[in-house]
């Protein structure tokens, strides 16, 4: 039987514990985000079924994937109302795949590097979207959602 102090001291060890770390990808996966255009996000539905996964532009960042879009999406409607989880498969719909959980998020920095980096990455895109995105961020019309693997 363990002693009061005993348990106590278990108790404080494993508050000190990381809780909800994310997950590290494998090397592989982390490649295929640095080098792939797409990603396809299938939002986990109330019931527990999958969207059909939406191709989007994205930025990979700090060990996480961010995207931009509308404040009305079901991907961002389903994070406020707290389905969080996430299926992320990286290059095309049958690719490599990771599971995440998503969060909308005020980044102003993130923000400003995604828009840098998608005017290089989307390059043929990017001239028709970019005012979008920018006054997107501005007013409203658009939010950040940060994806981090589980």
């Known amino acids: 039987m363990r002693t009061p102090k005993r348990t106590i001291a278990w108790f ?3 508050c000190l514990l990381p809780v909800g770390s994310p997950a590290a990808l494998d090397s592989e996966l982390v490649k295929a985000l640095e080098s792939s255009k797409y990603v396809y996000i299938s939002s ?3 019931d527990g079924s999958w969207s059909r996964p939406a191709e989007i532009w994205f930025l ?3 060990d996480a994937v961010y995207v931009g879009t509308r404040p009305e999406s079901w991907r961002a409607k389903r994070i406020r109302w707290g389905r969080t989880r996430a ?11 990771f ?8 980044e102003p920095a993130t923000v ?7 005017a290089t990455k989307y390059r043929d895109g990017w001239s028709r979207h970019e005012e979008s995105f920018r006054q997107g961020f501005r007013d409203g ?3 950040l959602i940060r994806y981090v693997p589980e």
């Open 12 to 14: 404080l060890l494993l």
């Open 44 to 46: 986990q539905r109330k």
């Open 60 to 62: 990979y960042h700090n």
């Open 87 to 97: 299926r992320i498969a990286v290059g095309k719909p049958d690719g490599p795949t």
């Open 99 to 106: 599971y995440a959980k998503g969060a909308i998020v005020e």
């Open 112 to 118: 400003e590097k995604m828009l840098q980096v998608f």
């Open 141 to 143: 019309r658009r939010v």
